[in-house]
């Protein structure tokens, strides 16, 4: 069965400050891999996903990822964060071609941003 | 964009009783649904998948006397968790596949949180 680690459980920064958010799955065929975030007292939202194709995925408000298959990860990127970012963050994966197509996520990381 | 829709968006009830939270995806059909649990602070858990004319399937551990699920048509979840008890309070969030997508997306509601007195 599919598994998704999020290394980092708790993130502190500042504004300004560089972003990277890492995110490992356990699964030996084709993945669909997905970033979420919640924001304090809001429902889930879709940040990225990754299907097929390049590699480098670009999301919303400037979140971009890259799925790299030899190391089994999709590392979260931001080159400059913004207060606003403060929320959860969820790494997820889908097993591509699975009947039951379960996302299953990681257990998310806790970003505070400092003014 | 496809839009899921969860309702009630927060109800409050009295221990032993049930109460039934519906799913709709309004703009896109989905023979499939997803029901998590998400506790305070912590990651969204996979419940059961829906399957539009036949049964649920539940993950390990889930009791699926205690959480009725339904899906009788393919806009339509429901779940309803019976003789509910304070340790069921929860965020409840439902997905659904769309159908139409080239790489059947699933789009997620946004929640309902339970509270049981």
């Known amino acids: 069965a599919q598994s998704v680690s999020q290394h980092n459980h708790h993130v502190i920064l500042s504004e300004a400050a560089s972003l990277e958010l890492g995110c490992n799955y356990s699964?030996?065929?084709?993945?669909?891999l997905f970033w979420y975030v919640q924001y304090p007292g809001q429902h889930l939202q879709l940040l990225l996903k990754?299907?097929?194709?390049?590699?480098l995925v670009k999301g919303i408000k400037g979140f971009e990822a890259e799925f790299i298959k030899s190391k089994f990860s999709f590392n979260l990127r931001k080159p400059s964060v913004q207060w606003s970012d403060t929320a959860e963050y969820f790494c997820?994966?889908?097993?591509?071609?699975?009947?039951?197509?379960?996302?299953?996520f990681g257990k998310g990381t806790r970003l505070h941003i400092l003014p | 964009g496809a839009v899921v829709s969860q309702h009630p968006s927060w109800v409050i009830c009295k221990s032993g009783t049930s109460v039934k939270i519906e799913c709709r995806s309004l703009?896109?059909?989905?023979?499939?649904m997803f029901w998590y649990r998400q506790f305070p602070k912590q990651s969204l858990m996979l419940m059961a998948t829906?399957?539009?004319?036949?049964?649920?399937?539940?993950e390990q551990g889930v009791e699926k006397d205690k959480f009725l699920i339904n899906h009788a048509s393919l806009t339509l979840s429901t779940l309803t968790v019976t003789s509910a008890h304070p340790e069921d309070s929860s965020f409840y969030i439902c997905?659904?596949?769309?159908?139409?997508?080239?790489?059947?997306?699933?789009?997620f509601g946004p929640g309902t949180r339970l509270t049981v007195l």
């Open positions: 997820a994966v889908n097993a591509e071609g699975r009947r039951d197509d379960k996302i299953i």
């Open positions: 699964y030996g065929g084709t993945v669909n």
């Open positions: 997905s659904a596949r769309d159908l139409a997508s080239v790489y059947n997306e699933q789009f």
């Open positions: 703009d896109f059909q989905a023979t499939t």
């Open positions: 990754y299907f097929s194709g390049d590699p």
């Open positions: 829906s399957n539009e004319g036949s049964k649920a399937t539940y």
